[in-house]
C-alpha cells in the first residue's frame, strides 16, 4: 500500500490513459467493427460528463444512478443521431456527426443556465465527498492514500470490465453479423438482417463507453467546461485506435497507455524552454503528425493487417 | 390462384426521364422455376431490385405468400423467405467460410442485441446451426474450405458459398441474380443440379435473372421476357423461344 | 435552441431585415471563397479537405504579418495572401497527397490524413502567431456614407471590399472554369477520371493547379474575414462546418453550387440570428446542412450522391 501513497502526476497521467482507453474501446465497436466512422465520439464523451455532473451535483442522483443515467443518455442520443447519419456516404457521415459534436458543444457553451456556459461547471460528489470518506475509514485502519488513487483505481477496473465486456460481445453471433454489416451491408440485409439495427446498435454501445470516459473524466477533472471537449479528443481516438489496428479491443487500451499516458499526458512533464501555450501546441502539433505518419506508413496500425482498413472502408 | 406465391403487378421505376420498369405484371407459382430474360438494358436488374426491395418502384405492388410487401424493407422480406442473390457473389471477405454460412440462419438468440449479453442463450438453437452449416458445406464441397477466410475462396467457390449461405436462410422464394454470370458451364450446370434438387425435395421456388435466352432453356419451366422495360413475353420456354416480338427484341435491341 | 430575449417574440422592423441582407451578401461572398476551392478540390479528387478551414487561418494570419507586424498596406495582403496559401495547397498535393494515393487509400484513411494535416497546420499557426484574438491595424469602422444617409444602413468600407472582391473573384473563376483549357479539365475529372485521362486531360498538372486555386482563393476569403473581422488560430476550423454546410446545400463538387450554397447559409444565418442568439450561427448552418442532406441529399445543383 507504500504504493498508493504518493503516485503523483504519473498517477493522474494513468488515470487519463484509462478513461482515453475506454473511449477509443467505444470507437472501436463503431469504426473497427461497426464501419461506421464516428468522427463525433466527444459529443458522447460530453454528454456523459454534464449529464452526469448535473445529475449528481444538483438532482442528488448518486454516482452509480447519475453514471448510468448518462450512459443511456448517450446511447439515446447515438440512435436519434444514426437515423440520418447512417443514411448517408462515408465522407457527408464523418462530416455530419462531426457537426453533431460542434452543436453540443455550442450547446453547452450558450445554454448557460443548464451548463454555466464557458466558465464551466463542478463535478465534486465523487473526489471531494466520496474520496474524502474512503480516505478517512482507511485511515482509521492505518492505511494511506494517494488522492488521486482511488479513480485510478476505479478506471482501470473499469477499463478491464469495458475491455472484457466488448471483447466477449463482439465474439457473438451479433458480433459476428456487425462486422458482416461492415463488409456488405446489402448483403447482410438480403439475408433479412436489419443491417441499419446493428451499425446503429454499434453506435450506441460505443456512446455508451464515450459517455462513461466522460463522466470518470469529470471526476478526475473537478471543474470542466466546453473546451474539453473539442474534436480533438475524438482524433485522438482514433490515432489510438489506428494504432492498435481496427478491430483490436486489448491492443486498444495497450496504445491509449502509449499514446495518451506517454505522449500526451507525460510530455507535459519533459521541461522546455518554451511557454506552456507553445507546448500544448507542440503537443496538439505532434498528435496531427502521428496521425499523418500513421496513415501514409501504417494505416493498418503497428501490429494490424491492411486488410482491416481496406475492411472498414467498405 | 392460391399457389401464386410471388405476384408483381403494375411496377413502375423511373430514373429521371428514363423509365427503367414500365408497368410489369407477372407472378410466379409456387414451386416453379421461373426466368427472367431480356437483353441488355431491359430493366431486368432495376425490376428484380423492386421485387427484392433494394429499390422502391413509384407505382405497382408486389405480393408474397398473400401479402403485400411493396413497402416493406428488403431484411423484412427476406425475413419473410423471399432471399436473393447477388450478380457478383458476395462474401465476407474477412470472416470464415463457416461464420458466413452460420451467421445467415434465422431465429439465431445471440445475433439480436439483448441476447447477446447473455452467455449461453440459445446454444441449443446454435448447436442446430452449426449442424445445418455443416452439411449445407458438405454439400456445396466447401467442407475443407470451412475454416479459411472467405476473402481467399476462388470466383467459383464465392458463388456457391453464397448460394449455401442464402439457403441457411431457409427461403421459400430464392431470386438469383444473374447465377450463371462468369460461371463455367460445369459449375452452371451443377449450380441448376441443386435447384432442381431442392424444388424436388423441398418444394423450394425459384425466379431467376439472366442475359442469355438459350442458356435457361433447359433450366426453366416458364420464362418472362423483359425488353425496354416492358414485358413482351410469358410463357413455357419453347413458346417465348420462337415469339415473334422476342426474337425482335433480342436481334434488334440486343444484337445491336 | 432558445429565442433570446432582447429581441425575441417581436417582428424585426424592415431596417433590421434589410441590414440583414446585406450583411449576408458580405458574409455569403466570404464564406463563397472558402467554399468554391473546397468544392473544387472535392469535385477533382473525391477528396474532403479538412484542413481548407486552416489554410483561410494561414491566409488571415500572412495579411496579419503584413499589415501588423511588418507594418506595411493592407493591400499587398491581398496579393501575398492567396499566393501563399496557394503554394501551401500545391505543397500539400506533392508532400501528403500524391504519395498518399499511390498507396492506393481508401476513405477513412484519407479523412484522417486530412485531419492530421488540419491539426499540424492549425497549431503551428498557433506556435507561431500565439493564441490571442487579433485585428489587423486597420480602421474598419469608417462606412460607406450614402449607404446610411439614404437607406439608413451600416456597411463598412470592408464589409464593401469583401463585397466586391468576392463577387470580382468569383467571376474570374466562372470565367475560367467555363473559358479555359484548365477549367474543361477539371470538369472533365470531376465528371469521370478514366474518361478524362483517355481524352488527353493532363491529370497531375490539372491537380496541381485545383490545390492552386483552391488555396488562393481561400487565402483571400482568410484576408477579407479578419479584414471585416478579427483574427485567432481557430478561426478556419470554426468556420469549416459551415464553408462544409455550403458546399453539400449547392451540391458538392459543383462550383456554382458552392457559390449558391454560400449565399443560402449566409442569408439562413443573418436573418435567423435576428430571432436565435447570435451565438448559433454556426449551428443554423449545421442544421440547415443536415436537413438538405435528409431531403435533398445531392444539393440544391449537385450531381453527386451523399446518400448510399
Not at chain 1, 482515453?20 to 474501446?25: D, Q, S
Not at chain 2, 475454416?147 to 467457390?157: F, I, K, P
Not at chain 2, 430464392?174 to 441448376?192: K, Q
Not at chain 3, 448552418?285 to 444539393?299: D, K, Q, Y
Request: hydrophobic share 50%; with cysteine; proline share 3%.
Amino acid at each position: 500500500m507504500e504504493l498508493l501513497a504518493e503516485i503523483g502526476p504519473w498517477g493522474a497521467a494513468l488515470t487519463v490513459a484509462g478513461i482515453y482507453a475506454i473511449f477509443a474501446i467505444g470507437l472501436q465497436v463503431q469504426v473497427g467493427h461497426g464501419g461506421v466512422d464516428n468522427f463525433g465520439q466527444v459529443a458522447f464523451f460530453l454528454i456523459g460528463a454534464y449529464a452526469s455532473a448535473i445529475l449528481i451535483e444538483r438532482h442528488d442522483a448518486g454516482l452509480v444512478v447519475g453514471t448510468l443515467a448518462a450512459m443511456a443518455i448517450a446511447a439515446v442520443a447515438a440512435v436519434i443521431v444514426s437515423i440520418p447519419a447512417l443514411r448517408l456516404r462515408g465522407d457527408f457521415l464523418a462530416i455530419s456527426v462531426l457537426a453533431f459534436g460542434e452543436i453540443l458543444r455550442n450547446v453547452a457553451i450558450n445554454e448557460r443556465e443548464l451548463t454555466n456556459g464557458s466558465a464551466g461547471i463542478d463535478s465534486l460528489e465523487f473526489r471531494v465527498t466520496f474520496v474524502r470518506e474512503l480516505r478517512r475509514t482507511l485511515r482509521e485502519d492505518g492505511i494511506e492514500i494517494d488522492r488521486v488513487a482511488p479513480l485510478l483505481i476505479l478506471t482501470w477496473i473499469i477499463v478491464v470490465v469495458v475491455a472484457l465486456a466488448s471483447w466477449l460481445l463482439l465474439r457473438t453471433p451479433w458480433g459476428r453479423v456487425l462486422r458482416a454489416v461492415r463488409e456488405d451491408d446489402a448483403a447482410v440485409r438480403a439475408l433479412g438482417k436489419n443491417a441499419f439495427a446493428y451499425k446503429a446498435q454499434a453506435m450506441a454501445i460505443g456512446a455508451a463507453w464515450g459517455a462513461l470516459a466522460g463522466v470518470l473524466y469529470s471526476w478526475h477533472q473537478v471543474h470542466f467546461s466546453p473546451t474539453s471537449f473539442e474534436p480533438i479528443v475524438t482524433f485522438t481516438g482514433f490515432i489510438i485506435i489506428i494504432a492498435a489496428g481496427l478491430g483490436s479491443i486489448w491492443g486498444t487500451v495497450l496504445m491509449a497507455v502509449l499514446v495518451q499516458g506517454v505522449l500526451i499526458q507525460g510530455s507535459r512533464y519533459i521541461d522546455t524552454p518554451l511557454t506552456n501555450a507553445q507546448e500544448a501546441s507542440l503537443r496538439y502539433m505532434l498528435i496531427g503528425v502521428a496521425l499523418m505518419l500513421m496513415m501514409r506508413f501504417r494505416p493498418q496500425g503497428l501490429f494490424g493487417s491492411r486488410e482491416e482498413l481496406a475492411a472498414a472502408d467498405e | 390462384m392460391n399457389d401464386e406465391l410471388l405476384q408483381v403487378s403494375g411496377i413502375t421505376k423511373r430514373f429521371g426521364g428514363l423509365v427503367a420498369v414500365d408497368d410489369v405484371d407477372f407472378s410466379v407459382e409456387q414451386g416453379s422455376i421461373t426466368a427472367l430474360i431480356g437483353p441488355n438494358g431491359a430493366g431486368k436488374s432495376t425490376l428484380f431490385h423492386c421485387v427484392s426491395g433494394f429499390i422502391r418502384p413509384d407505382a405497382g405492388t408486389v405480393r408474397f405468400a398473400g401479402r403485400n410487401v411493396t413497402r416493406r424493407s428488403a431484411h423484412a422480406r427476406a425475413q419473410r423467405g423471399m432471399v436473393r442473390t447477388f450478380q457478383i457473389p458476395t462474401a465476407f471477405n474477412r470472416l470464415t467460410v463457416r461464420d458466413n454460412v452460420e451467421l445467415a440462419a434465422r431465429d439465431q438468440v445471440a445475433d439480436r442485441l439483448p441476447g447477446a449479453f447473455v452467455p449461453g442463450l440459445g446454444r441449443r438453437r446454435r448447436a442446430s446451426i452449426t449442424s445445418r452449416a455443416e452439411a449445407l458445406l458438405d454439400t456445396f464441397g466447401l467442407s475443407d474450405k470451412a475454416d479459411d477466410l472467405a476473402g481467399t475462396l476462388s470466383g467459383g467457390q464465392r458463388k456457391l458459398l453464397e448460394f449455401a449461405r442464402t439457403l441457411m436462410t431457409e427461403p421459400k422464394l430464392l431470386l438469383l441474380d444473374e447465377p450463371l454470370a462468369g460461371v463455367n458451364p460445369t459449375l452452371g450446370d451443377r449450380l441448376f443440379e441443386h435447384v432442381a434438387r431442392l424444388r424436388e425435395e423441398q418444394g423450394m421456388t425459384f425466379l431467376f435473372v439472366e442475359h442469355d435466352i438459350r442458356t435457361v432453356m433447359g433450366h426453366s419451366d416458364r420464362v418472362i421476357v423483359l425488353a425496354q422495360g416492358a414485358l413482351i413475353g410469358d410463357g413455357a420456354p419453347d413458346d417465348v423461344r420462337n415469339d415473334a416480338r422476342v426474337i425482335e427484341a433480342y436481334l434488334g435491341g440486343g444484337a445491336a | 435552441m432558445v429565442v433570446s430575449g432582447s429581441n425575441g417574440y417581436t417582428i424585426p422592423q424592415m431596417d433590421e431585415l434589410a441590414q440583414a441582407a446585406l450583411n449576408s451578401l458580405t458574409t455569403g461572398s466570404i464564406y463563397a471563397l472558402a467554399a468554391v476551392g473546397l468544392t473544387l478540390v472535392y469535385g477533382v479528387l473525391r477528396l474532403t479537405n479538412f484542413a481548407h478551414g486552416d489554410m483561410l487561418t494561414l491566409g488571415a494570419y500572412v495579411g496579419y504579418a503584413i499589415n501588423v507586424q511588418w507594418n506595411l498596406p493592407i493591400a499587398l495582403a491581398f496579393l501575398v495572401a492567396p499566393l501563399v496559401v496557394g503554394a501551401f495547397a500545391v505543397s500539400t498535393e506533392f508532400v501528403v497527397w500524391r504519395p498518399l494515393r499511390r498507396t492506393g487509400a481508401g476513405l477513412l484513411q484519407k479523412l484522417l490524413m486530412a485531419i492530421g494535416l488540419a491539426l499540424v497546420l492549425r497549431y503551428a499557426i498557433q506556435f507561431v502567431w500565439g493564441g490571442d484574438r487579433s485585428f489587423y491595424d486597420i480602421d474598419n469602422t469608417g462606412t460607406v456614407d450614402w449607404m446610411r444617409s439614404a437607406l439608413g444602413l451600416t456597411l463598412g468600407y470592408y464589409d464593401l471590399l469583401a463585397l466586391v472582391l468576392g463577387v470580382v473573384v468569383l467571376v474570374a473563376v466562372g470565367l475560367l472554369l467555363a473559358r479555359t483549357l484548365l477549367g474543361t479539365s477539371m470538369r472533365a475529372l470531376s465528371d469521370d477520371v478514366d474518361l478524362a485521362e483517355s481524352s488527353g486531360v493532363d491529370s497531375n498538372r490539372t491537380i496541381v493547379w485545383t490545390w492552386a486555386l483552391s488555396g488562393a482563393l481561400v487565402g483571400i476569403g482568410g484576408v477579407l474575414f479578419a479584414a471585416t473581422s478579427n483574427v485567432y488560430p481557430t478561426l478556419g476550423w470554426d468556420l469549416l462546418l459551415t464553408i462544409f454546410a455550403c458546399v453539400i446545400v449547392g451540391g458538392i463538387g459543383s462550383a456554382y453550387g458552392a457559390l449558391a450554397g454560400s449565399y443560402v447559409i449566409a442569408f439562413s444565418q443573418e436573418f435567423l440570428v435576428l430571432w436565435v442568439d447570435g451565438s448559433y450561427k454556426t449551428t443554423i448552418g449545421f442544421v440547415i446542412m443536415i436537413i438538405v442532406l435528409l431531403v435533398r441529399p445531392n444539393g440544391i445543383l449537385g450531381k453527386g450522391r451523399a446518400v448510399n
